[in-house]
């Protein structure tokens, strides 16, 4: 049974940097397509970006400016950086993956709340 | 960016009633790349439905997909308790993926 389990800090500073790391189970990470999702509280989804296993990514136009997606195949994890964070980035931040070839996702993490304030 | 419109924004209704969810898109969605996701209080979104009309593992039959272009559809027959949940579409034809803003469903 494939599992992901977010892990990062839940308090953040304006302006500083957001990191996440998912760390996957149950699966290789060296497949599949593997994605950052975020929701502010009470609020939709947005998906932020993806990283293929080949290590390309492909980010949300939104933000793309700010994210950073990487792999980390010796630790079966993948990433998130989102820099320069305002109180508009405080969300719920799940990692989730796309089955092999297609942009839907069949598995997710817990979530992470993740708060931005000084 | 595909804009994916819900309706209604909430459904209320009683066990064994049928309930039927609307998502709208603001540009054809080829090849009916298009999801729907079950998201209760406190959890992660669960895939119900991929492809528009297949069914993710584990998902009962009574959850159906079904539209093509802009307009999908997702239904639930014979509503049971733990049906309650907010609802949300996701389209995968176009970056960036985009989700509908949720249809809350409750059961009386």
């Known amino acids: 049974q494939v599992q992901l389990q977010e892990s990062g800090p839940g308090l953040v500073k304006p302006s500083e940097t957001l990191s996440l790391t998912c760390t996957v189970s149950?699966?290789?990470?060296?497949?599949?397509?593997w994605s950052w999702i975020r929701q502010p509280p009470g609020k939709g989804l947005e998906w932020i970006g993806s990283i293929y296993y080949s290590g390309s990514t492909n980010y949300n136009p939104s933000l793309k400016s700010r994210v950073t997606i990487s792999l980390d195949t010796s630790k079966n994890q993948f990433s998130l950086k989102l820099a320069s964070v305002t109180a508009a980035d405080t969300a719920v931040y799940y990692c989730?993956?796309?089955?092999?070839?297609?942009?839907?996702?069949?598995?997710w993490g817990q979530g992470t709340l993740v708060t931005v304030s000084s | 960016e595909i804009v994916l419109t819900q309706s209604p924004g909430t459904l209320s209704l009683s066990p064994g009633e049928r309930a039927t969810l609307s998502c709208r898109a603001s540009?054809?969605?080829?090849?009916?790349?298009l999801a729907w996701y079950q998201q209760k209080p406190g959890r992660p979104p669960r895939l119900l439905i991929y492809?528009?009309?297949s069914r993710a593992t584990g998902i009962p039959d009574r959850f159906s997909g079904s539209g093509s272009g802009t307009d999908f559809t997702l239904s639930i027959s014979r509503l049971e308790p733990e049906d309650s949940a907010v609802y949300y579409c996701q389209q995968y034809n176009n970056s960036p993926w985009t989700f509908g803003q949720g249809t809350k469903v409750e059961i009386k």
């Open positions: 989730a993956r796309g089955p092999w070839g297609w942009f839907y996702f069949d598995y």
């Open positions: 149950g699966d290789s990470i060296s497949s599949f397509y």
């Open positions: 540009q054809s969605i080829t090849s009916s790349y």
């Open positions: 492809g528009a009309s």
